[in-house]
């Protein structure tokens, strides 16, 4: 398998399998997350992402589920996405759930139509950290989108029929906390 540095999988969907499509993440600006400071984004090769799919359909030809790495490879386009999820379904052909997290400005990038159809190729639900609904807070993080983004872009999840949930940062006197959310 080809992972990239550290692997950070949501903790609240089926471990396994995991598949690493995308490296880093696309904005990398938030003034609270370390974990990808020193990996630049980019896309995993398609040669890579094909010998890991044929790696798991050795290793567990029955996944009926699988997680989508890495930070934000809901960022790729419609037709970078696309075709990866339709050879996931030709390694893996009992597949029924495609995880995935982003951000929510990578929603922006795909029309309601375009979601339907990677739901319909199993994109049933996806993470999105969006750490608050506040304006003044997310600039303070450096997020990179307002509360009027994330309102419309889930519009467009639901539009769609695709679950989500969000996690949100409470910040805690001496710490910060995630609080996750469906």
Request: aromatic share 10%; with cysteine; charged share 25%.
């Amino acid at each position: 398998m080809h992972f990239t540095g550290t692997v950070y999988r949501n903790p609240y969907w089926p471990t396994w399998p995991l598949l690493e499509i995308t490296q880093g993440c696309t904005h990398n600006k938030c003034k609270f997350c370390t974990m990808y400071k020193d990996v630049p984004f980019r896309m995993s090769p398609m040669e890579w992402i094909e010998e890991d799919l044929k790696e798991l359909s050795e290793s567990d030809p029955n996944a009926r589920t699988i997680q989508i790495l890495s930070a934000n490879p809901l960022v790729l386009t419609y037709d970078k996405l696309a075709p990866i999820f339709e050879m996931v379904h030709r390694y893996l052909p009992k597949m029924e759930y495609i995880y995935l997290a982003g951000r929510v400005s990578d929603l922006k990038n795909k029309t309601v139509e375009e979601l339907k159809k990677l739901k319909e190729l199993g994109m049933k639900e996806i993470s999105l950290g969006v750490e608050s609904g506040d304006d003044w807070t997310l600039n303070m993080i450096n997020k990179g989108y307002h509360a009027e983004d994330i309102l419309e872009q889930c519009h467009k999840l639901e539009e769609a029929g695709i679950d989500y949930w969000m996690t949100f940062l409470k910040a805690l006197p001496e710490s910060l906390t995630v609080v996750s959310t469906l």
